[in-house]
């Protein structure tokens, strides 16, 4: 038996040499036969959306979100191709929602500074509506180090502080993994990647759970897709070229 056991093993061996396989791949080194990736035209310039994603705001109106509020119509500004958030009227949502995902955003923060630390330019990106990215002036003003612009809100500071100044567009671009729930426990919890003006500032942290304020996070199970969230925190915070592209 042990005989068959052994010729059985090197049988597979030799197998595994001609085809170039090795245990655990499905495919050989180079091998011709292996599935080709799908073509996805990239975009021209840096931030543009390439051919595959989908477009949540391309600056003329607010037919992708819906108030989080009472799920009816945004009421967000929409002037010049960018949204500006009216303070007062609630944060908004996708009408769509998404798990896993690579998002690139585009904000500025008001001109005028009439504030200070968490008073200046506030607002978040939060991905499946739990899990915040803040936003926030932090150019010359000093914060919390968890709460500056590009931080995990409450959770972990951005790794440089790349923020330009009041008034200038700054970018995100965000590849989040959703976390995996067995029941009501995260087996897998969610990691997220930042980069704040094309410097990585969060890299494949993992999420501690959901944002909340002054507490420590911890994760509730949800759904495996849910609504991208921006948030009005009563400053009139802009935000322009917003696309997604699903990763699962």
């Known amino acids: 038996m042990r005989v068959k056991l052994v010729l059985s093993a090197l049988l597979f061996m030799l197998m595994a040499a001609a085809t170039g396989c090795e245990s655990g791949h499905r495919w050989g080194v180079h091998d011709m036969e292996r599935p080709l990736p799908e073509v996805v035209v990239a975009g021209e310039y ?8 989908i ?26 191709g960018y949204m500006e958030v009216v303070p007062e009227t609630g944060d908004i949502r996708t009408k769509q929602s998404f798990g896993s995902c690579q998002l690139h955003v585009e904000w500025a923060t008001p001109a005028k500074v009439t504030g200070e630390s968490q008073d200046s330019g506030n607002s978040g990106v939060y991905l499946m509506s739990k899990y ?8 010359g003003n000093r914060t919390y ?9 409450g959770q972990n500071p951005p790794l440089v502080n790349v923020c330009r100044a009041p008034g200038e567009w700054q970018s995100y671009d965000i590849i989040f993994r959703r976390p995996v729930f067995m029941l009501w426990l ?10 704040h003006n094309g410097v990585v500032v969060q890299d494949n942290f993992e999420i501690e759970g959901s944002t909340v304020w002054k507490k420590r996070a911890k994760y509730e199970a949800h759904a495996a897709k849910l609504p991208l969230q ?10 322009r070229n917003i696309w997604i592209r699903e990763l699962e």
């Open 46 to 53: 840096p931030g543009q959306a390439p051919s595959d994603a």
């Open 55 to 80: 477009v949540l705001f391309n600056g003329t109106d607010l037919s992708q979100w819906e108030s989080v509020e009472d799920g009816r119509r945004a009421k967000w500004k929409v002037a010049n």
């Open 132 to 139: 915040e990215v803040q936003v926030l002036n932090t150019y």
């Open 145 to 153: 180090a968890d709460g500056m612009a590009g931080a995990m809100y």
């Open 186 to 195: 995260a087996v897998k919890p969610a990691r997220i990647t930042v980069l």
């Open 230 to 239: 921006l948030q009005d925190h009563d400053h009139p915070v802009r935000y």
